[in-house]
């Protein structure tokens, strides 16, 4: 049994609103509902989501990412210097749009020192406390800005997107140490570039967005390790490579053959929740790429995107599978995704949630005790 994040069985970290919470946020939204209200709602909703995680077998707990909307335009645009802007269009996922919302650089990139996802850690870590479980919280990659940049949305600060980067390296190497400083010791980098990367549609895309994609892994490699390098040894940094997850839909396809060997044996992460819920991920080759040590892979072989629960013999078999590419004891088992990385939430029920969550605990027990 693993004392330490990762852990055997993991979450990846967002899980559906309750009723009561998703109400709370639109009557805010709506001006019905003042900010200290709001914020009772979603104290209330933690400690009740914390609570739940212990119960159904969990040893590490996050927020649910209960206070955002989004999983990753809250904290960018929390930034200095970076500011969420309407487009005339979202994201695309398979038959269906997000909210046309996008990525611009209106300054120099900071990261404040009073960026309220501090506030929302040490709340996080208040609500852990005495309960045995470890507090996770998660923040978008750098990749992810740089991804969605679009044309034009720089302005006169950078000459240009490669002229953001060293900027970008120094938020994040200041983001770290301001929640290693709040108590922090397991963070999270969510992550769609790595995914696209390996998808020929999106890098398609991303040269048109003006992106020179030839040697990209090792560009992100590179800025990644620039940030991580130093950080302390008691602060564990995992990445979580998502294909997209919006209202149960997805983005992009691809095995991770393209990226494996810069992704896993390239960069400090500590750890790798990787999706393999389906077709889409390929198969377990790329994991060869992953160094002989303490890194550790999460196989996301439980989907968030649908309620129906997957058969524990069939888990175990893949798990057996993943074993003659990777050793058995740097692999830990996740569910494929978070459950809600929009506030709109995945199409199951909460019921179901945590059906899948007790799965995940459940045959990790069994196959690693």
Excluded at 152 to 171: N, P, Q
Aim: contains cysteine; aromatic residues 10%; negative net charge.
């Amino acid at each position: 049994m693993t004392v330490n994040p990762p852990f055997r069985a993991d979450i990846v970290g967002s899980f559906l609103r309750p009723a009561a919470l998703a109400e709370a946020r639109a009557r805010h939204a709506a001006g019905d509902l003042s900010d200290d209200a709001l914020r009772a709602a979603e104290d209330a909703a933690v400690v009740d989501l914390v609570a739940q995680q212990a119960e159904n077998g969990l040893r590490v707990a996050s927020d649910g990412e209960f206070r955002r909307s989004w999983w990753h335009f809250d904290f960018f645009g929390l930034l200095d210097g970076v500011e969420i802007v309407e487009l005339d269009h979202g994201i695309q996922f398979q038959g269906v749009q997000t909210r046309p919302r996008g990525i611009e650089i209106s300054g120099p990139i900071r990261f404040p020192a009073d960026h309220p996802f501090l506030a929302h850690y040490r709340a996080l870590q208040d609500d852990v406390a005495g309960t045995g479980l470890t507090p996770k919280f998660t923040i978008p990659a750098p990749t992810v800005l740089d991804f969605r940049l679009e044309p034009g949305h720089i302005d006169a600060t950078y000459d240009g997107r490669d002229a953001i980067t060293d900027d970008l390296v120094t938020a994040y190497r200041d983001a770290l140490a301001a929640f290693y400083d709040a108590g922090a010791r397991y963070l999270q980098f969510d992550d769609t570039a790595w995914a696209y990367l390996c998808s020929d549609v999106e890098l398609a895309k991303a040269r048109d967005r003006g992106i020179d994609t030839d040697g990209i892994a090792e560009r992100y490699a590179t800025l990644l390790n620039r940030i991580l390098d130093g950080k302390p040894d008691d602060l564990v940094v995992t990445t979580h490579v998502c294909r997209g997850n919006f209202r149960s839909t997805w983005i992009s396809s691809g095995g991770y053959e393209p990226v494996a060997e810069q992704l896993l044996g390239n960069t400090a992460y500590d750890g790798y929740f990787l999706e393999y819920d389906s077709e889409r991920a390929g198969g377990f080759e790329p994991l060869r790429f992953l160094p002989a040590g303490d890194k550790v892979v999460e196989l996301g072989l439980i989907t968030t995107k649908t309620g129906e629960l997957e058969d524990a013999d069939a888990i175990r078999r893949r798990i057996d599978e993943a074993s003659a590419f990777a050793p058995l004891d740097q692999l830990a088992l996740s569910p494929q995704c978070g459950f809600a990385s929009t506030e709109e939430g995945n199409t199951l029920t909460e019921d179901q949630q945590w059906a899948k969550i007790r799965s995940v605990v459940e045959i990790a027990d069994a196959v690693w005790g």
